[in-house]
């Protein structure tokens, strides 16, 4: 079983930064591809970004050019980087993994972007 937890989301007006953190724990972390999602108030969830186990990351249209997920396997974490943010931004982000079929989520970190 893996364990997800979140942390780095917070307050920050527009135009600013943050940088999230997901730390995993109970798997074996080099073959993971894990992710981050993001649910904003009455919307239903979106995809943001993953990372591959050999480090291939993607990423969602709404975000591109302002996101980057990097992944550290010295210390089970994978990290999102969130530049330029914007209102829209506003969302519990939550990171992700599969693992033999199994969804494992965090419970989330809450980023709040000022209008």
């Known amino acids: 079983q893996v364990q997800l937890v979140e942390s780095g989301g917070g307050f920050v007006q527009t135009g600013g930064s943050l940088r999230l953190s997901c730390a995993a724990s109970?798997?074996?972390?080099?073959?993971?591809?894990l992710g981050w999602y993001r649910q904003a108030p009455g919307k239903e969830r979106e995809w943001v970004a993953p990372i591959t186990s050999s480090g291939s990351t993607s990423y969602a249209n709404s975000l591109r050019g302002r996101v980057s997920i990097s992944r550290d396997n010295s210390k089970n974490t994978v990290s999102l980087q969130l530049n330029s943010l914007r209102h829209d931004d506003t969302a519990v982000y939550h990171c992700h993994t599969n693992l033999k079929r199994m969804h494992y989520w965090g419970k989330g970190t809450l980023v709040t972007v000022s209008s």
């Open positions: 109970g798997g074996t972390f080099t073959v993971l591809q």
